[in-house]
């Protein structure tokens, strides 16, 4: 079962995978809107902080930080204003992200992007030679060419080596799994 993030971490998660312009437009509509929790808009002129920032510049949909702030707040079924602490908390969370973000504006978003750009035009490594030809395209359509067991022990390993190799008199077929008395020497 998978264990859940606290709302508090999960809301901080989010905050942090925002745009730079989103986080300060966030923060600018808190001084001067009124913030709700569990609905987008409310009859009074109530706002989510989503909705909130992107009236104030920061144009972003982002429907993880939408849940986690629900989540954090404990979003009822109607809408209600966000309380002092909620609203602390999500300015706190909102200050600490610019803070760590880069001066340039970057986020981790930015630099995950930036990576797997880099990674792009690596040089692709060679694979070393090995001097065997690949078989898959011949054997692909024989039966149990590709079958393997584990063993324990070697011993175990070469029983069964010397019954496949005994049973078609070559040594290159290859045994069905149900051909082979292997019962009490798998790994399980």
Partial sequence: MRRRRRPAQELRVAIEWLPTDTKRAMLDAIEHNRIIVGAYTDRQGGVCPMLAA?????????????????????????????????????????????????????????????????????????????????????????????????????????????QIEGSSGSGVDVARPDELDLRDHAVR
């Fill in 54 to 162: 992107h009236r104030n510049g920061g144009r972003t949909s982002f429907a993880s930080f939408a849940k986690a702030w629900d989540r954090y707040t404990k979003a009822p079924a109607r809408s209600r204003p966000a309380s002092d602490r909620e609203l602390t908390t999500l300015k706190t969370m909102l200050e600490a992200s610019l803070a760590s973000d880069a001066p340039d504006g970057t986020t981790l978003g930015k630099a995950i992007a930036d990576h797997r750009e880099l990674q792009g035009r690596a040089p692709q490594r060679r694979i070393a030679d090995t001097g065997e030809r690949n078989r898959t395209p011949e054997l692909r359509k024989r039966h149990g060419w590709a079958w393997t067991r584990l063993f324990r022990r070697y011993e175990d390993y070469e029983a069964a080596m010397r």
